[in-house]
């Protein structure tokens, strides 16, 4: 049991280490709003999004304070696997990182690095003035930290198919995302994400993230999709988006009541 003096204990990563499925949502509208209602909603986890979505550290530092309370395990995506972008994530306060274009083993083992306190890695050490150890008030925050960050990765390109087996091999590398539009598009298959071809490798990927012992993740716009992801052995769901419900929602009141016109 994690001691109330340290790193608090990360629910998502034992989830996952225990074989659960969990269910989450995309967060792109950068609002502490609509995190705050989703983070309520049941989902297993939310994405916060640092990568497609306008946000700055600031901005992800208050969405996390909107997820306190509810269901969801906030996972954080970082622009790219840089050493200080993962450093100020973990130290506002996030223990679950998605970091995007993960093409090869050394990018993979050096986004580990930035991600663990020597000697595992070379996180930068300034617990004292961060979030994460309560500003200093959780004096054994050094002691379990690493333990208790989940890290995972996203491959969306066919250079990282072609390395996978090398990717897999990393031990403290906590699961893989499937990323299926960008993924299609350096197939050859750009806006298809849902193409036969792609689909294809996409089922094959999982089985083989599921078979080397890491948990696959993956984000899905149909039931159908989802269902044959839970077959294959994906573990983190993503289901949908804040953007995608709100614009499908105020479409179709838009057009319930528009007014048709005569002849």
């Not at 083993?105 to 890695?121: F, I, K, N, S, T």
């Not at 500003?135 to 250079?159: H, M, P």
């Not at 091999?169 to 036969?196: C, N, W």
Request: aromatic share 6%; proline share 4%.
């Amino acid at each position: 049991m994690t001691s109330s003096n340290g790193a608090p204990a990360n629910a998502f990563r034992a989830a996952l280490k225990r074989g659960e499925v969990l269910i989450g949502f995309w967060q792109g509208l950068t609002s502490t709003e609509t995190v705050e209602i989703s983070a309520h909603a049941g989902f297993d986890w939310l994405l916060l999004d640092g990568e497609h979505a306008p946000n700055d550290m600031a901005m992800l530092r208050e969405q996390l304070r909107a997820c306190a309370g509810g269901t969801a395990h906030p996972v954080v995506r970082v622009v790219a696997g840089e050493d200080w972008m993962l450093k100020q994530v973990l130290d506002i306060g996030y223990q679950t990182v998605l970091v995007p274009m993960i093409d090869t083993a050394e990018q993979a083992e050096q986004a580990v690095r930035a991600c663990l306190y020597a000697p595992e890695g070379q996180r930068g050490v300034g617990a004292a003035l961060a979030r994460a150890s309560g500003f200093g008030r959780r004096a054994q925050y050094l002691a379990n930290a690493n333990d208790e960050v989940c890290i995972l990765l996203q491959i969306e390109s066919v250079k990282a198919l072609e390395n996978l087996d090398e990717i897999l091999k990393i031990e403290r590398v906590d699961g893989l995302f499937i990323g299926p539009a960008d993924l299609s598009t350096d197939m050859g298959y750009r806006g298809q994400p849902a193409h036969p071809e792609v689909r294809k490798v996409i089922r094959e990927t999982t089985r083989k993230i599921r078979a080397a012992g890491k948990a696959p993740g993956i984000l899905l716009g149909t039931q159908e999709h989802v269902a044959e992801a839970r077959e294959d052995g994906a573990q983190f769901i993503a289901v949908g988006s804040d953007v995608g419900v709100f614009r499908q929602a105020v479409t179709q009141l838009a057009q319930s009541y528009r007014i048709p016109t005569a002849g």
